[in-house]
């Protein structure tokens, strides 16, 4: 079974930063494009970050656009997140997704992608 293993959620103050990493697990595969999504208590899961294969293409949702950069390292076959300047409408279950086949643009849609991780949760304080 093909997943995806989020780490790095947790508690932060506002203002302070965090840094979640996705990799997959079960049946190993080659991470193609790359995206985050978030979901907050009571509202629909929405776009947060994209990558695009090989990395040459980013892409994010306004609201965390100039705080948030998403990376690759391919080598480890890994994607992170580095989130700073956290504000508590940040607050949610962020998800790591990743796509089927590869493409040189970064993907802003949920369906675009095939493979979901379980979710890890962040919440920021005021």
């Known amino acids: 079974q093909v997943q995806l293993v989020e780490s790095g959620g947790g508690l932060v103050q506002a203002g302070g930063s965090l840094r979640l990493s996705c990799a997959p697990s079960?049946?190993?595969?080659?991470?193609?494009?790359a995206g985050w999504f978030r979901q907050a208590p009571g509202k629909e899961r929405e776009f947060v970050a994209a990558i695009s294969w090989r990395g040459g293409s980013t892409d994010y949702a306004d609201s965390v656009k100039d705080r948030f950069t998403i990376s690759r390292n391919d080598a480890k076959n890994t994607v992170d997140l580095q989130m700073s300047s956290l504000k508590p409408e940040d607050t949610a279950v962020y998800y790591c997704?990743?796509?089927?086949?590869?493409?040189?643009?970064?993907?802003?849609?949920?369906?675009?992608?095939?493979?979901w991780g379980q979710g890890t949760p962040v919440t920021v304080s005021s």
């Open positions: 997704t990743a796509a089927r086949y590869p493409s040189s643009r970064a993907l802003r849609g949920s369906s675009d992608y095939a493979y």
């Open positions: 079960g049946r190993t595969f080659s991470i193609y494009n």
